[in-house]
């Protein structure tokens, strides 16, 4: 049985290449990708992924828009390491596929009903800042249940007080 998963991530070149081997493997269902602002703002990160999955021709994977910014910190992107864009390439742009475009639910909704909608446990992957997952789990603390695992590639934490 493929596990569903539902990707988290802020494409720049890095989650190119976790977007591209997540859907290249056989026993990996991608329920949807949910974008957020970490190594490029949102606007550019959600341009990255839809660019991503056009190039593999992956477009039937749905992509959501999510949060724009960190929840306490103003935003600071990898400018320095993946450029302006996120995924700033030489020789050939990399188009969208026609009529390949952002879902018009908010990211955190697609994980909260998801996780509702789905008849076994769901994995999330989040591959960059972990603010749409916070969100969701604010939003709606059940869908822990829903849930198998988290499995992220990294992350930060601020220990605040005693």
Sequence with gaps: M???IILDCDPGHDDAGAIMLAAAHD???????????GNATLDNT??????????????????????DRPLHYELVTAEHVHG??????????????????IEEMHAVDFIINTCHQQNELIYLCPVG??????LALQKDPSIKSKIK??????????????
């Design 46 to 67: 959600t341009i990255n992924a839809l660019k991503i999955c056009s190039l593999i021709g992956a477009n039937n994977i749905p992509i959501f828009a999510g949060a």
């Design 84 to 101: 302006k864009s996120g995924l700033d390439t030489e020789g050939q742009p990399i188009n969208i596929s026609k009529g390949y475009c």
């Design 27 to 37: 026993d990996i269902e991608i329920l949807g990708i949910t974008c957020v602002a």
């Design 129 to 134: 800042p972990l603010t749409n997952i916070a």
């Design 2 to 4: 493929k596990k569903k």
């Design 149 to 162: 695992e988290i499995v992220f590639m990294g992350g930060a934490a601020m220990c605040l007080g005693n």
